[in-house]
């Protein structure tokens, strides 16, 4: 069974650029979520999707985060303009079920590590 | 609110001899406990997880935490080294409101030389 996979895993790009990463989850899990490390710091949520809703989307910085998730599937995180401070390592994880128990775990791709100069 | 503090950012010890990385949390009430850990070039995985049953909690590859109420403590361990636990773990909470949004600590990066 294929993980949850990330694409691109780096990338470069100046400030005021637009750039969109992608997640595929595992297949057939409806609950998609998005975190990041910023320099160094914690690991820290972005948002949650059940199918293509967004369930909880309090973690995500400023309105220069887009993240979308049209029919359930694979998801995109665009950031645009992009800042500095944008830098890090955002992860994307899904789950087959909400909550914590079996079927719950969340699985975590690689992550892209994002370098804004 | 719920947090984690892991106390160490690096440990460093030596192949088989016993590994410690130690976590509090802060919760006003017993909570859920995860360590999650990440290998170079590698998704997140979770390594154990305590949810109110055992206070002692056994993972994979030989690792195992006790949650310790008196002390806000969940500290992992594991009895002998290997070159391959060589890694980054971290000391996950659930947030308020479900387990939806994970609360991570710093995180401690272990390096094990032969």
């Known amino acids: 069974e294929a993980g949850v996979t990330q694409f691109p895993s780096h990338s470069v790009i100046e400030k005021g650029q637009t750039v969109t990463l992608r997640c595929d989850p595992i297949?057939?899990?409806?609950?998609l979520y998005w975190y990041r490390r910023v320099m160094g710091k914690e690991i820290k949520f972005l948002l949650h999707?059940?199918?293509?809703?967004?369930?909880?989307e309090s973690g995500m910085p400023n309105n220069r985060f887009l993240a979308e998730r049209t029919g359930g599937t694979y998801s995109t995180l665009k950031v645009q303009p992009a800042e500095l401070e944008d830098s890090g390592v955002y992860f994307c994880?899904?789950?087959?079920?909400?909550?914590f128990g079996r079927g719950r775990e969340q699985y975590f791709g690689p992550g892209t590590r994002l370098t804004v100069t | 609110a719920q947090s984690v503090t892991q106390l160490d950012s690096h440990v460093s010890v030596s192949e088989g001899t016993p590994v410690l990385l130690r976590c509090n949390y802060s919760?006003?009430?017993?909570?859920?406990l995860f360590w999650y850990v990440q290998h170079p070039n590698k998704g997140l995985q979770l390594l154990l997880k305590?949810?109110?049953?055992?206070?002692l909690v056994k993972g994979i590859n030989g690792f195992e935490a006790e949650f310790k109420k008196s002390e806000t403590s969940f500290h992992l361990t594991k009895p002998s080294a290997h070159m391959s636990d060589a890694a980054e773990y971290f000391c996950?909470?659930?947030?308020?409101?479900?387990?939806?949004?994970?609360?991570f600590g710093a995180g401690t990066r272990l390096a094990v030389h032969p």
């Open positions: 305590y949810t109110s049953a055992a206070t």
């Open positions: 994880a899904s789950s087959q079920d909400r909550g």
């Open positions: 297949s057939g899990h409806d609950n």
């Open positions: 919760s006003s009430y017993s909570p859920s």
């Open positions: 999707f059940v199918k293509e809703s967004k369930q909880d």
């Open positions: 996950v909470v659930p947030g308020r409101g479900g387990y939806n949004k994970l609360i």
